[in-house]
């Protein structure tokens, strides 16, 4: 018994590695929007087995990252405007909903990751000095995990995993234009602070309506810019 729990953590840790491998590169542009991805070519890439492959192209497929089609197998989402909007919509919904949710169930403790995950984005380095277009991997991450702090107040951990999700998705966009938030009459940092701030005055409804701002104003944003150019490839 001793040994198959022993084995089953191992393949549980493996699986994680071998998960948080192929969503970094997935994010990092070494597979693109609509590229095959072949159990073989995964599993000899990331020595892992069949199953740990299955396994994290599945954990992947939840999160809106691949597809998984009949008769196609598993491939990086594909990206374009119609699908963009189709998510902002429910992206506006949900985590909306969540955020109002974890402005009134969260605690102390929320309140604190909130602010500190905050402090941690504006003290990252936004664009890379060797290319001055490219948002810095560390600041896209701590981007992240402000929004996740906003949302992880909410008691309803279901609601949360769904919103996260919408979220993972939306990424792929973000990472695939021209980075966002040095646009002229757009204050990001002032976007960011502002959700923070009402979040932490337990404004919901201010918090919300300004969450919902920054997600529709970001997502024009990507419209007007080369996000267009890939999705006349991918429609």
């Given at each position: 018994m001793v040994v198959t729990m022993a084995t089953?953590?191992?393949?549980?840790?493996?699986?994680?590695?071998?998960?948080?491998?192929?969503?970094?590169?997935?994010?990092g542009g070494r597979y693109l929007p609509g590229d095959r991805l072949k159990f073989g070519t995964l599993a000899e890439e990331c020595d892992a087995s069949m199953s740990v492959i299955r396994e994290a192209l599945t954990r992947l497929s939840l999160e809106g990252l691949v597809t998984n089609e009949p008769n196609v197998g598993y491939a990086v989402t594909e990206i374009s405007v119609p699908r963009l909007r189709e998510l902002t919509d429910a992206r506006l919904e949900l985590e909306g909903?969540?955020?109002?949710?974890?402005?009134?169930?969260?605690?102390?403790?929320?309140?604190?990751?909130?602010?500190?995950?905050?402090?941690r984005m504006v003290g990252t380095p936004y664009l890379t000095d060797d290319d001055p277009v490219r948002?810095?991997?560390?600041?896209?991450?701590?981007?992240?995990?402000?929004?996740?702090?906003?949302?992880?107040g909410c008691a309803n951990k279901k609601l949360l995993q769904l919103a996260n999700g919408l979220r993972d998705e939306a990424e792929l966009y973000r990472r695939w234009s021209q980075p966002l938030g040095r646009e002229k009459n757009r204050d990001l940092d002032g976007e960011h602070r502002r959700m923070m701030e009402l979040a932490l005055a337990r404004d919901a409804d201010g918090a919300v309506t300004a969450l919902r701002d920054h997600i529709a104003h970001t997502t024009e944003l990507l419209v007007e810019s080369d996000i267009a150019v890939h999705s006349a490839v991918t429609m």
């Open positions: 089953a953590k191992a393949k549980q840790t493996r699986g994680d590695l071998v998960y948080a491998q192929l969503r970094g590169e997935i994010f909903l969540v955020f109002g949710r974890a402005i009134g169930d969260g605690d102390l403790a929320w309140e604190s990751s909130v602010v500190a995950a905050h402090h948002v810095t991997d560390e600041w896209a991450l701590a981007h992240a995990a402000f929004h996740r702090a906003l949302l992880d």
